[in-house]
């Protein structure tokens, strides 16, 4: 008798769908190494504007905006690469096949209807090296390996309205959802986007860059805890965002998160987020980011609330080194601060610093008080070959750097970046504070200091490697099994990536 397998759990279904993603994954590593065997480069000196080479085995080319002798992949300021899939093209009754940039895209004859397909696959290894110092709490030494996004994009479009639906298989979103985003928008205005649905709402500078141009692995310790308030994945919203070369500016309103985990204060909430940028500078070597950031939530089904951080790494998900535990009586949170990037030529220096405030009401124990957390992080990126980082006007952010095909025998080596970052949280507030009966009123959720440093590889626009070195030095949480008396700890991150 042959019986029925059942799927009761999402791990189980991930280990169901794991050959399938393995497939997809060899497939695109055979689709890169095929445009690394073609890749060729010309090296042209230019003052702003350079013809593309006339061959069809030339694949990319060098520009510099200033006159100079030799220009190579050490002083570009911009790197051209013909696309190898421009002529690949095949016609499937009323509908033509291609695939720019290597994305699978099917047009009609009258070019108003349009279906692409598209991915993003992050694998990452990582562990904690070296002593561990700790008293207690649980063991986190070993590495581990695992898949932190697998998302396959289906773009829809008709005219100037676009539905994006994108499931994700990666651990951290099995854990609550398998879906990253599901939406409607509208594109018909310049420069202006309107969306609705399962969405992602930009909150601050680096939450709203991709995770596919991040300087370092992951996202700094306070821009996690500000985006999961009113922002992060798969959250119901309606989001408008307009921009020109000069500023930017988002506003939306969001509902509660998809995904069956969250309770308490995160299910049925209401917030709201408003992102503003200006550019006062744009030149050929020069660029200046000035922002702010604000967003509010309301309390859900209950008015309690807790935050938590880790190592800024995902090896270690669900084992925070800083936790507030539960705070009781929380109405509201609102967090704002401000937003700062300058682009020196190849040097790309960034910073935000914000503020969260806890609002709290007065319940049966006696008076609560309001709680402040805060954190900033500023970081130091260096692209040492390759077209240097650009900024992107239609989400105010920096983009990764542009190298020419990966080609050893040409001596080309696609685009290489080294970053550096300091970050810091402050979970601590009135840590001291009791009432009459001796009970705290304040929070000690702990204090924690991070220096990364790492290096990114782009040997094609469709591939990132990506090795970090974190250093983790944490004060003590309260009531945190996993940091009672402290910990400084030394985390080694690597990521391969694969887009198109």
Known sequence: MIQKNRINSVEALYRNIRPI????FNIIVLKATIS??????????NSLISALPNS?????IYLCLDHKQDCTMWNADKILNIDIYRDISYQIGHFNLNFPKGRPTLVSSDRRFSISLGASIQFDIGGIIGPDNKRNGSRMDGSQAFLRRGRFNVAIRYDDFIINITPDAGRPALVNNSIYEAYL????????????GLLQPPITMLDTESSNGFILVERPMIVDLVRNLTGSDA?????????????????????????GTYQD??????????????????????????GLSTTFVTHGDSR??????GQEGQVWLGRPYLRTGTVQGVNNIWAIGPEFAVRLNRFLIQSEYYSMFLQRVAEKSGNRPNLHFSGWYISVNYVLFGQPRSYDESKAVFTPPVGSFFNPVAGEWGALEWSIRWSNMNLNHYKYRMNENGHYLGVQGGKQNIFATGLNWYPSSHMRISLDYNHVMATRSRNNYYNS????SNLVLSRVQFTF
Not at 245 to 253: G, I, Q, T
Not at 304 to 309: G, I
Not at 485 to 488: E, P, V
Request: aromatic letters at 10%.
């Open 485 to 488: 008396t402290g910990r400084i």
């Open 265 to 290: 204060f995160q299910r049925n909430e209401l917030g709201g987020i408003v992102r503003a940028a200006v550019r006062p500078l744009a030149i050929n070597h020069y660029d200046m980011h000035l």
């Open 235 to 259: 959250r119901l919203a309606l989001m408008m965002t307009h921009w020109n070369k000069r500023y930017y500016l988002s506003a939306s309103v969001t509902g509660q998160r998809l995904g």
């Open 56 to 60: 069809r085995n030339k694949q990319s």
């Open 185 to 196: 928008k509208y594109v018909g205005f310049e420069n202006t986007i309107i969306a609705i």
């Open 21 to 24: 993603l393995s497939c997809s």
């Open 304 to 309: 309690k609330y807790s935050l938590s951080t």
């Open 36 to 45: 690394f065997a073609y890749a060729q480069t010309e090296c042209i000196s």
